[in-house]
């Protein structure tokens, strides 16, 4: 099966600065990853997801970059604002009914 | 439009004693998730169906547990004898369709077992 490793688990950062969570996958043929978010006590909800065919995407402060050759995807935050204070999940997906994987999640602290 | 509601939303049960927990997809989506989200751990898929057929149940401990979506609507998750380990929130999902589509999550089924 897929083996995800999400780095780092904690992160913390000052309101304004920027975070980056770097997510790594085994399975080759994984073709879409995405990141969740979850609020302590809440669901998960999906935040940002990219394609393969696809290296970059962007909305507003969330970019995800993709790198197929390494085998993993980062998600970044820009000018983070306490709200964005989660866990965030990585979840690749592979096969034909992208099933996907969940990493441990990390957990990011934005101290206003 | 409705979420995915789940029931009951808490339930605490004595090791050994059967569980079952109900899942209702938002209405249309074809897809449908059972994962099992021990606390500080992500969630882990134990079955995914595509309407009333199996995809993938490959991490589902099938002495103890066991999953049925007989319409291909609502579904049910059941753990029989349940043990001090199953404590977890149980989360189900559903999709629309069984591509790319954002996966949306119901609040979780929090289980303490005794």
């Known amino acids: 099966g897929e083996n995800v490793e999400q780095h780092p688990s904690t992160l913390s950062v000052q309101e304004g600065d920027s975070a980056v969570i770097k997510c790594t996958y085994s399975d080759s043929a994984s073709n879409y990853f995405p990141w969740y978010k979850q609020e302590l006590g809440k669901r998960p909800q999906l935040i940002i997801d990219?394609?393969?065919?696809?290296g970059e995407k962007k909305d507003q402060r969330i970019a995800v970059t993709l790198n197929k050759t390494a085998k993993h995807f980062s998600l970044h935050i820009t000018e983070t604002q306490p709200e964005d204070s989660a866990v965030y999940f990585c979840?690749?997906?592979?096969?034909?009914?992208?099933?996907?994987?969940f990493g441990r999640g990390t957990s990011l602290i934005v101290h206003p | 439009e409705a979420g995915v509601a789940q029931s009951p939303r808490y339930k605490i049960i004595e090791k050994r004693q059967s569980v079952a927990f109900w899942c209702n997809p938002i209405?249309?989506?074809?897809?449908l998730y059972w994962y099992q989200q021990i606390l500080g751990q992500g969630p882990k898929l134990l079955i995914q169906f595509q309407n009333n057929g199996v995809v993938d149940d490959s991490q589902l401990p099938k002495d103890r547990f066991s999953a049925e979506r007989l319409k291909g609507v609502d579904s049910t998750l059941k753990i029989q004898p349940a043990k001090l380990e199953d404590s977890a929130v149980y989360l189900c999902?559903?999709?629309?369709?069984?591509?790319?589509?954002?996966?949306?999550f119901g609040p979780g089924t929090r289980l303490l077992v005794l």
């Open positions: 990219i394609r393969s065919n696809v």
């Open positions: 999902a559903s999709k629309l369709g069984q591509g790319k589509e954002t996966q949306y």
């Open positions: 209405s249309g989506h074809a897809t």
């Open positions: 979840a690749p997906s592979s096969g034909g009914s992208y099933i996907p994987t």
